[in-house]
């Protein structure tokens, strides 16, 4: 069964416009800073941008095209978002430019953690109270479906900071027996624990069509969350095979109609996510 993240989405949007007018607002902006000329992530953006406006916020874009952006630049604006109220949260797009690659971390953890709604700064990787968009939408798809992952072996691939690692730890935490795996992991042991053991398996890896049938029982006994972003012939594809997966296991999300969508609609609800951090005095 196909398992589709637009109704996820909606609901979230609808939640994050009742939020705005309860909270009165509406038309403040969420910055985004994007540096570099023909930025992989600008389709992202825009889809942001569109989001916010349909719950009455606003996105501002921070980055010429026309000047080579220096970490003094990007810092001095985070600072001016910080202190602006008009501004609720402030995201760095990334990736940032090569030459940018040493200064990532020090840019992240400039943002205020009261508007880090990436949740990427170490503030935020520390204390882990607000996931980043992605492993949140992930959890936002197993709720919505109500899927419970207590007690559940999860085969988790992909270990990256900004996925992999923080959705291991919120599904543990969920008393989950999660194993992780990356793309240098023994491909026969990763294989086998999938097939073998594993009753949901989320990859997140960016490598297109990594898990193929060797990966499932075809008993209809699995759940498959493919986090996965890539492009083949101009197509949106993910990490897993789901067309020929989709009658051997008992849901999987299909790229690009699954987690994608809400992983938009998540990033706004770390808006009201770290209010209530914000609240109770823990930031």
Not at 27 to 38: K, N, Q
Not at 132 to 147: C, D, F, K, S, W
Not at 152 to 163: D, H, P, Q, T, V
Not at 254 to 262: C, E, Q
Request: net charge negative; hydrophobic share 40%; with cysteine.
């Amino acid at each position: 069964m196909l398992r589709y993240g637009k109704p996820v989405a909606e609901k979230i949007e609808q939640n994050v416009k009742q939020w705005v007018a309860d909270n009165e607002i509406q038309w403040r902006y969420v910055a985004a800073i994007m540096i570099g000329e023909d930025h992989p992530g600008s389709a992202y953006v825009q889809r942001k941008k569109s989001f916010a406006q349909r719950v009455w916020l606003d996105v501002k874009i921070f980055g010429d095209e026309n000047k080579e952006w220096t970490e003094v630049d990007i810092l001095q604006v985070i600072e001016k978002c910080n202190q602006d109220d008009e501004c609720v949260g402030v995201i760095v797009q990334l990736p940032l430019p090569e030459y940018l690659h040493d200064a990532k971390q020090n840019i992240l953890d400039a943002i205020d953690p009261h508007k880090d709604i990436d949740a990427l700064g170490s503030w935020h990787q520390e204390k882990k109270l607000l996931l980043p968009a992605t492993p949140l939408a992930v959890l936002q798809m197993i709720g919505h479906y109500e899927y419970n992952v207590q007690w559940k072996n999860i085969a988790m691939i992909g270990e990256s900071n900004l996925i992999g690692k923080p959705l291991a730890f919120a599904l543990e935490y969920k008393w989950a027996l999660v194993k992780t795996f990356n793309i240098e992991s023994d491909q026969e042991e990763m294989k086998k624990f999938c097939r073998d053991e594993a009753d949901l398996i989320i990859s997140a890896t960016g490598h297109i069509h990594l898990v193929d049938e060797s990966f499932v029982r075809g008993d209809n006994s699995q759940v498959i969350i493919d986090v996965g972003r890539g492009y083949k012939d101009n197509k949106p594809v993910g990490d897993v095979q789901w067309e020929n997966l989709e009658d051997k296991v008992a849901a999987i999300t299909p790229v690009p109609w699954g987690v994608w969508p809400v992983t938009v609609a998540s990033l706004f609800a770390n808006l009201m996510h770290a209010k209530k951090i914000a609240d109770r005095e823990l930031i």
